[in-house]
């Protein structure tokens, strides 16, 4: 895809690479305080700095500590692990449109959790984790056995072709459901345009470990995606036994998406893009790959979460909207420069 | 007219007309005559349901204008209930040509309108219209939904022509204009009053509920224009999908054929859209099952895709209207339900295969 620039990046060396995570970590956290300072009611770097720490009470470190700070962190997470989940499904599935979006895995997780607000009535904020987890595993499932169904082998077109399909099978069945009951349509709209608007530390705290499991779990993952992102007869030439390592990625996947869906609602092209720039910068090894996602990731979608407070003030717009219109064409725009013929 | 030259296989039949030819499968033509009586008893069976039962044979003669000895059967039957069905038989009819032309073309069994673009560009449309000015509505909406769904097929052509536009890359410039198409409208939904969001909801869907004769004549008079030079397109169909190549070397104009082809098929499948929202796989599954009774020679398919389609649409239409009565599933999540679990039957068949 980007093999000219990936063949100049790798002679510069590990030290460039780690100055860049170095930069983007500083970025990032730039990044993390101007989404602390902008919101209905600006306050200014220095009293964000305060008014994080301070328990005194005030107007301030109550917006701080209970709606601003839950919000980034949760962009932040969400971010990582949708940008390292594509990663991941790309290595795998050796497709540069794969991601938890396109390919519907976070279209199930979303028709879980809406079937359960239905089916339960207002089930406890830790189950709603679990079932987008639930629905991500199945999607994922489904997807990769549609991909591969049809005459010719299974090619990166027919896989997102085969995610476009079922993810309009999973959006229509959860249209469904929210048409069966005005409540219940009231309540997840908003949850179901992929928003990180109203997230508290609470359910913060219920979706991370899932995320962060993930995220741990991906370290050594890395080596033998990259093995896997040769093909699979290559990997397994080096002594890796392919199916039990597709097996554990495609676990962390879901752990990942599902998490991620869980917190903010289907996030989508996230997954996309940070892995394409994180291997326009990094190159193809996955040890590097991973991190600059992750790190693009949450660039990505806590920049989208700033401008959807900033857009159309005093409305907010759903983070998952931002990340569609700027995701989107650059989709297109792989769509174009992939099929040459 | 016409003159039956039969060939030493038999298979088929011929009819011709100065230089114009058809081939009439003659596998196709019981399986189409038992789709038809099926088409017909289900629309007796499905105009009898309903709120207010009518008996079929009361059905059938307040159909055809006769006395029932019952003032309301000539309304209920001839005003409520039969505009819905035979809209609901045409859209099912011209979405599954629409999706066989479009699987010829590709070559790829998931291809269908919906993934051009055009459900989401329709969708967001109608539901710009009806979230942003729900006062407005009625009448418009179709124009409206049309307008949308053409616009967004020509924003996709557009952008996915480079030097000739490669099916799949229309395809996949499709699903991306489609994901831009979709976000907006869920920034609308998401801040559209409840009631109207709902209202958007059942369109997006795809819903026949409430359509009057009015909308009847609309997608008649577009698939009299459109549904001709598809069935005059089976000959090419038939050679694009050997592949390109193949299709050169027989002396096929290429990327003329499918340039006409797509823009039929995009037409056609928009005046569905425009007139009963974006029903889901009936366009996806009907050519699917076709294929299976009367093979892959476009001739038979295409006509037998049609009737599939309308077929399935008035099942869908009917289980939707009564099972769970009172309310009513818009017909689209119907024939979502019924088209996913084939699509699995149809990928379990292929890895056994």
Known sequence: ?341 | MTRGTTSAGGAWFVLRLGSLSWRVSRRAMPVAGILLILIVATTVVSVGQGEYRIGPLDVVRATLGLETGNPDHALVVREFRLPRIVLATLVGAALALSGAVLQGITGNPLAEPGVLGINQGAGLAAVALLTLAPATSGALLPWVALAGGLLAALLIYLLAWNRGAAAIRLLLVGIGLGAIATSLTTFLIVFGEVLEVQRALVWLSGSVYGRTWEHVRMLALWMLVLVPPVLLGARSLNILSMGDAAARGLGQRVELARGSLIVVAVALASGAVAVAGTVAFAGLVAPHAARRLVGPAFEALLPVSALFGALLLLVADLVGRTVIAPSQLPVGLVTAVIGAPYLLYLLWRQRSA
């Open chain 1, 1 to 341: 895809m980007t093999s000219a620039s990936v063949t100049v990046r790798q002679r510069d060396g590990t030290a460039l690479r780690f100055a860049g995570l170095a930069v983007g970590a500083a970025v990032l956290l730039l990044l993390f305080g101007a989404s602390l300072a902008v919101g209905s009611m600006s306050i200014p770097l220095p009293a964000v700095f305060g008014g994080l720490f301070s328990a005194d009470g005030s107007v301030t470190s109550l917006i701080l500590q209970t709606v601003r700070l839950p919000r980034a962190l949760s962009a932040i997470l969400v971010g990582a692990s949708l940008g390292v989940a594509g990663a991941i499904m790309q290595a795998l599935t050796r497709n540069p449109l794969a991601s938890p979006g396109i390919l519907g895995v976070n279209a199930g997780a979303a028709l879980t959790v809406v079937a359960a607000v239905l089916v339960l009535g207002n089930p406890p904020l830790a189950t709603y984790a679990l079932f987008a987890l639930l629905g991500a595993a199945v999607a994922g499932a489904l997807v990769y056995a549609l991909g591969n169904a049809g005459r010719g082998s299974s090619s990166p077109l027919r896989l997102a072709l085969a995610g476009a399909v079922l993810m309009s099978f999973l959006t229509s069945l959860t249209t469904a459901l929210l048409l069966l009951d005005r409540n219940t349509l009231d309540s997840v709209r908003f949850w179901t345009a992929g928003s990180l608007a109203g997230r508290d530390m609470e359910l913060f705290a219920l979706a991370a470990p899932y995320m962060l499991t993930g995220l741990l779990l991906s370290v050594p993952l890395a080596r033998q995606l990259t093995a896997l992102s040769l093909g699979d007869d290559v990997a397994r030439g080096l002594g890796q036994r392919s199916g039990r390592v597709k097996l554990f990625a495609a676990l962390v996947v879901v752990l990942l998406a599902g998490g991620a869906v869980a917190l903010a609602g289907p996030v989508a092209f996230v997954g996309l893009v940070a892995p394409h720039l994180a291997r326009f910068l990094a190159g193809v090894d996955y040890r590097w790959v991973l991190p600059y996602a992750a790190l693009l990731g949450a660039m990505l979608v806590i920049v989208g979460d700033i401008g959807a407070r900033v857009a159309l003030r005093p409305q907010e717009v759903p983070v998952g909207v931002v990340m569609a219109l700027i995701g989107a064409p650059f989709f297109i725009y792989l769509a174009r420069s992939m099929v040459k013929q």
